[in-house]
């Protein structure tokens, strides 16, 4: 019985990837990777245990949206707010993290690009991400952003602070700045500067909310909730949410 699901399922995912138009693949996918606690509760595990399946889905993942030449993807894996959680679960979820984005640096497949407040974390995982995006820099496959100790808020705010002191690097004054400051100059300075904003949203766990990711980024992006855990996500679900996005006419604010 098995056997004839797994078929069943492996039919059914071919007529999805068929039904696909390839001129409506997304270019960029944000994903928010939620449910890994959860189902670490449901599988009568420790917590580490749903993050390491959550870590075993992103290898995964990525290599789906290889198939559809998708160009880049941001993971937030960790929120700027999950760091004021008790130390007992910070530390086992950066303990993944941290060998995560080595063992996806190794792999030599895809650019590594860190996107967050790294001053807030330890110095070594620090280090690490730093030393995943400087081996993967002249990669030339898909880049692939890691949201660690990510919050929009602060990216904003992180933002316009490097704006700020840029322009008072050149001589600018507060006043003039003001008088001149647009969408655009905000844009450059912003964690994912150089790259398209995000097509397409996924959030796993059938949480339907944003949280802070990618706040000015995904003002025009197409948002995807799905009802299964990430450790849980299958290929099907992806197919699904890439022919939602593609079914959809986008307005970009219009």
């Given at each position: 019985?098995a056997?004839?699901?797994?078929?069943?399922y492996?039919?059914?995912?071919r007529?999805l990837?068929?039904?696909?138009p390839?001129?409506?693949?997304?270019h960029?996918?944000?994903?928010?990777?939620d449910?890994n606690r959860?189902?670490?509760r449901?599988a009568?595990e420790?917590v580490e245990?749903?993050?390491?399946a959550?870590?075993?889905?992103i290898e995964e993942?990525?290599?789906w949206c290889?198939?559809?030449?998708v160009?880049?993807v941001?993971?937030?894996?960790?929120s700027?707010d999950n760091?004021a959680?008790?130390?007992s679960?910070v530390?086992?979820?950066m303990?993944?993290?941290?060998?995560?984005v080595?063992?996806l640096?190794?792999?030599?497949?895809?650019?590594?690009?860190?996107?967050g407040?790294?001053?807030l974390l330890?110095?070594a995982?620090?280090?690490?991400l730093?030393?995943?995006?400087d081996?993967?820099s002249?990669v030339e496959?898909?880049t692939?952003?890691?949201?660690?100790a990510?919050g929009g808020?602060?990216?904003?705010?992180d933002a316009v602070?490097s704006?700020?002191?840029?322009?008072?690097a050149e001589?600018m004054?507060l006043?003039e700045?003001a008088?001149?400051?647009d969408?655009?100059h905000?844009?450059?300075h912003?964690?994912?500067?150089g790259?398209?904003?995000?097509?397409?949203?996924?959030?796993?766990?059938?949480?339907?909310r944003?949280?802070g990711?990618?706040?000015?980024?995904s003002a025009?992006s197409?948002?995807?909730?799905c009802?299964?855990l990430?450790?849980d996500?299958?290929?099907t679900?992806?197919?699904?949410?890439i022919?939602s996005?593609?079914?959809r006419?986008?307005?970009?604010?219009?």
């Amino acid at each position: 019985m098995a056997s004839l699901w797994s078929l069943a399922y492996d039919l059914y995912e071919r007529r999805l990837l068929r039904s696909l138009p390839v001129d409506k693949i997304p270019h960029h996918i944000g994903v928010m990777c939620d449910g890994n606690r959860r189902w670490a509760r449901g599988a009568g595990e420790q917590v580490e245990g749903g993050y390491l399946a959550g870590a075993d889905k992103i290898e995964e993942f990525l290599g789906w949206c290889g198939q559809l030449d998708v160009k880049v993807v941001t993971l937030w894996l960790l929120s700027s707010d999950n760091l004021a959680r008790p130390t007992s679960e910070v530390e086992p979820l950066m303990r993944v993290i941290d060998d995560l984005v080595e063992e996806l640096a190794s792999t030599g497949r895809w650019r590594i690009h860190p996107v967050g407040a790294l001053d807030l974390l330890p110095s070594a995982s620090a280090a690490r991400l730093k030393s995943a995006a400087d081996t993967t820099s002249d990669v030339e496959g898909m880049t692939v952003n890691v949201a660690v100790a990510y919050g929009g808020r602060r990216e904003l705010a992180d933002a316009v602070r490097s704006l700020m002191l840029d322009r008072a690097a050149e001589g600018m004054t507060l006043e003039e700045l003001a008088d001149v400051i647009d969408v655009e100059h905000i844009a450059e300075h912003l964690y994912t500067r150089g790259q398209p904003d995000p097509d397409l949203v996924i959030r796993t766990s059938g949480e339907q909310r944003l949280g802070g990711f990618l706040l000015w980024q995904s003002a025009y992006s197409e948002f995807y909730f799905c009802e299964a855990l990430w450790p849980d996500f299958r290929r099907t679900d992806f197919l699904r949410a890439i022919r939602s996005y593609a079914a959809r006419e986008r307005r970009f604010g219009q």
